[in-house]
């Protein structure tokens, strides 16, 4: 559920429609809502999503207008479509520029709208419980190396654009957001998506793309990363089994592995996780609520 955790974030939920009506202006402050109809961008066809902490907006220009968020050029495909994400912290606000052909820019300022995560502290454990061995962390080092590397790789754009579907059908066990303190010490927030159900269960393509990473790592297990295009990856966590190869060409649907409980996993369950740029992405705001697990 979102909360306003600030008066600065009240503030743009109030201005919402004085942001609407600004709109007919060059530069236009779009102020975050929870419902997408209102969301417009200068210059682009929004075709879904908001601005949101942990969510993705997809939307469409001309083909041969250049787009930029904040002056990093955004990668827009031969049909015009781009995407932009919002991280779990996205605190400030960032402007997205379209230039058309003639040199005419279009401004609009994204303001993310602010969510409340589920936090938990636990205090004394003990310190291996907490900070792993020297050689831990190095292989942990070479993980993390291999994923960025992964998730960089050029790919052809999917489908991911209409909608993602769940990879496996299940009980939410755990959600985006969460963290844990440990002793004090704030750990890595879950950037993903639990999902339990029965070992060996078929873990499926949510859209279509290429496989840019199946490897054993360390936290993570079996795991494998499906690369949608325009920056955005599906990783699939603690798979029993790998169906698919670096390279391979997966359609929607198609079965990348099995769920399974490797790397450190207290339990069979599919952890999915979205990326974009660098920032993490909430599945579920993508693929909506689960559907109703079929009668046996």
Known sequence: MIYPRSIRNCYRLLTLFFALVMSATGATTLHAQSTSPFFVINGADVISGYPLEGHLIMARTAPDHKVTLDGTPVTVADDGLFVIGFHRDSDDDTTLSITDGNGSISTTILSPAQRDYNIQRIDG??????????????????????????????????????????PVLGRISG??????????????????????????????????????????LYFSGLTVILNHGL?????????????????????RGGVIGTLGSTGRSTGPHLDWRIDWQGRRIDAALIAGPMPDLPES
């Open 125 to 166: 454990l003990q310190k291996s419980m907490v900070t792993p061995p020297q050689e831990v962390l190095d292989r942990i080092r070479a993980d993390s190396k291999k994923v960025r590397e992964a998730r960089v790789v050029p790919a052809p754009t999917g489908d991911f654009w209409r909608g993602l579907d769940w």
């Open 175 to 216: 959600v985006y957001g969460s963290q844990r303190i440990l002793n004090g010490k704030p750990r890595a927030p879950h950037y993903g998506i639990d999902i339990a159900a029965p070992l060996g269960t078929p873990v499926h393509a949510p859209a279509s793309g290429t496989i840019t990473l199946a490897y054993d």
């Open 231 to 251: 920056g955005v990856n599906s990783t699939f966590l603690h798979l029993d089994e790998m169906a698919v190869r670096v390279g391979d060409k997966v359609e």
